[in-house]
């Protein structure tokens, strides 16, 4: 079955970076488009940032462009989120998934594959 397995959360003080991974086993990911999601508690879902099968078509959340990097080496079938200048608003679970549809979707329903989530936490 399809697998995507998010990796690099942790905890860290404001003002600091991580870098998110996503492993994809049994699905090719240049044949999808690919985003980070993330979901504080008590929140609903929301976009992160999401790529397009090769790479040339990328989309932010307006209130993360600059401070975060969303990469994919199709490859090694991993996507990346590079996260800098960490917020405590950034804290959350932050979701892998995959879409058949093109270039850069921005809706939970067009994502048919998703990971566990990786949890982030900031602190002040």
């Known amino acids: 079955q399809v697998q995507l397995v998010e990796s690099g959360g942790g905890w860290v003080q404001a003002g600091a970076s991580l870098s998110l991974s996503c492993a994809a086993s049994r699905l090719t990911i240049s044949r999808f488009s690919m985003g980070w999601f993330r979901q504080a508690p008590g929140k609903e879902r929301q976009l992160v940032a999401t790529?397009?099968?090769?790479?040339?078509?990328?989309y932010y959340a307006d209130s993360l462009m600059g401070r975060f990097t969303i990469s994919r080496d199709n490859a090694k079938n991993t996507v990346y989120l590079q996260m800098n200048s960490l917020k405590p608003e950034d804290t959350a679970v932050y979701y892998c998934?995959?879409?058949?549809?093109?270039?850069?979707?921005?809706?939970?329903?067009?994502?048919?594959?998703w990971g566990q989530g990786t949890q982030v936490t900031v602190s002040s």
């Open positions: 790529v397009s099968g090769s790479g040339e078509a990328i």
């Open positions: 998934a995959a879409s058949f549809y093109s270039p850069t979707p921005r809706t939970l329903s067009n994502y048919q594959y």
